[in-house]
């Protein structure tokens, strides 16, 4: 079945270490995004890439690395310099850079600083 | 920049009871796209609806319903005869043109969590 699949689905962190999500996706979409989901306040950009080997801040960048060396995925490093990464991390896919298609999501990881 | 907001944080009722969610945009484009999404206690978000700027008819599926106004930029959900499954937090969002990256970007509110209860 075609999707999205991040790991793991539960991750802590000890302060002051990197620590990488993966997001992988089989729907052949052009574009993956990250967003950031704290309690009360919705999902937030993090970063976004319409193509392989080209992308570009979100709304809350900082603190934050992405690659896309490969169409199918999106990795995600949140580094030490994110000064409050607990959060529950989602990633999408697009088929296109087109307004109208939907986004299709992942699970999910949930990050804990320990 | 476009927003968009969800004032309800939280709403409870009595399942079969009727319930709206409402959601209120700003965009200074003409062309845009108007979504809901669902998410479940496990995490995933599960698409709903899309509709398009130019299409202000409403839209009813099963349960759901969809009002969109854009006289008032206004794109409220209704569950009818709601369920215990239909708790959840509903979010509602707005794609438009990313022109700095030629392609898009979807914004979503804040969500609202719906708890159906027996």
């Known amino acids: 079945d075609g999707g999205i699949t991040q790991s793991p689905k539960y991750l802590f962190r000890k302060e002051g270490q990197n620590v990488t999500l993966s997001c992988e996706q089989n729907?052949?979409?052009?574009?993956m995004y990250w967003y950031r989901q704290d309690p009360g306040q919705g999902l937030r950009l993090i970063y976004y890439?319409?193509?392989?080997?080209?992308?570009q801040k979100g709304d809350i960048a900082e603190g934050y690395s992405v690659s896309r060396e490969k169409k199918e995925s999106f990795p995600l490093t949140v580094t030490s310099a994110q000064k409050n990464p607990t959060a529950f991390y989602l990633c999408?896919?697009?088929?296109?850079?087109?307004?109208?298609?939907?986004?299709?999501f992942g699970s999910g990881t949930r990050l804990t600083v320990v | 920049a476009q927003k968009v907001t969800q004032a309800q944080t939280e709403i409870s009722v009595v399942e079969k009871e009727d319930v709206t969610l409402d959601c209120v945009y700003e965009t200074r484009d003409t062309t845009y796209y108007l979504f809901w999404y669902k998410q479940p206690p496990s995490g995933e978000l599960v698409f709903l609806i899309r509709r398009n700027s130019f299409d202000e008819q409403n839209e009813i599926s099963g349960r759901y319903s969809w009002n969109f106004q854009k006289s008032t930029s206004s794109f409220n959900f209704t569950i009818t005869a709601s369920q215990v499954v239909d708790s959840a937090v509903y979010f509602c969002?707005?794609?438009?043109?990313?022109?700095?990256?030629?392609?898009?970007?979807?914004?979503f509110g804040e969500g609202t969590q719906l708890t159906v209860n027996p």
């Open positions: 999408a896919s697009s088929m296109s850079r087109q307004i109208d298609y939907g986004y299709t």
């Open positions: 890439s319409q193509i392989v080997n080209d992308f």
């Open positions: 969002a707005l794609s438009e043109a990313d022109w700095f990256s030629s392609g898009s970007r979807l914004t």
């Open positions: 729907l052949n979409h052009d574009a």
